[in-house]
């Protein structure tokens, strides 16, 4: 049974540093591409950063640039999204979800496995 598990988030002041971890079970993990989706309070889920299989990725939205890493350990099963000059607006639950796909697609109806998310907070 496929399995993602968040970890990471929290309380973090403007300006700080957070790294997510989504841990994953269940699947070839090296066979899918990996998305990390956030979903701020009234406001609809959106891409943050994805991962193919082979290990290219996409930054989506201008906010999130160069300010944000993502990467994967295919040894250990996991997808890390680095964030760093954290901004209120930031604030959000953060998913992960798995795909089938070997390429990244912006679309959450193209992922079939998410995790249960991680709250990350921005504030002073």
């Known amino acids: 049974q496929l399995h993602l598990v968040e970890s990471g988030g929290g309380l973090v002041q403007p300006g700080g540093s957070l790294r997510l971890s989504c841990a994953t079970s269940g699947f070839t993990f090296s066979r899918y591409a990996v998305i990390w989706f956030r979903q701020a309070p009234q406001k609809e889920r959106e891409p943050v950063a994805c991962i193919t299989s082979s290990g290219g990725y996409v930054l989506y939205g201008d906010a999130g640039r160069g300010r944000l890493s993502i990467s994967r350990d295919n040894a250990k099963n996991i997808v890390l999204l680095e964030m760093q000059r954290l901004e209120p607006e930031d604030t959000a639950v953060y998913y992960c979800?798995?795909?089938?796909?070997?390429?990244?697609?912006?679309?959450?109806?193209?992922?079939?496995?998410w995790g249960q998310g991680t709250q990350v907070t921005v504030s002073t």
């Open positions: 979800a798995a795909t089938d796909r070997a390429a990244c697609v912006p679309d959450e109806k193209a992922y079939n496995t």
